[in-house]
């Protein structure tokens, strides 16, 4: 990968992407048990994490926001495959629309989307690493 980025932004990247990372850790941790978007609906509990999940893919969508400020191109030259523009949407669909939330699609993000983005926010972070 050609390395036009400044140590700078490539250690602000770095930061951004631990904390995604961290956040995803978070969310699969959080929903282990959780088997369908029904116990969002049947308990103050599940109430409480699917606002705490909304939170928490709100932040993962800031964070691919600002990685897309620091590193212009990065994301979408190394990881074209990565629906990065709807995370980025799906972070303003919540932040913006929360009484309109489907927790349908928030549990469908949590069981699939999210863990599967790990991955690539794993080599993104490879990426940063290297001088």
Known sequence: M???YSDHD???AYLTFKSIE????Q???WNK???SVDYYYNSQ???QLLAANCTLITAI???VNRICRILPDFLQSNFPDIPWHAIIGMRNHIAHGYFELDADLIFEAVSNDVPSLLPYIEK???FCCKS
């Open 124 to 126: 993104a972070i490879e």
């Open 61 to 63: 969508g800031e964070g």
């Open 27 to 29: 969310l699969i941790d």
């Open 2 to 4: 050609e390395s036009n």
């Open 45 to 47: 509990a599940g109430m």
């Open 10 to 12: 490539k250690e602000r």
């Open 22 to 25: 961290e956040t995803i850790n």
């Open 33 to 35: 048990n959780v088997k």
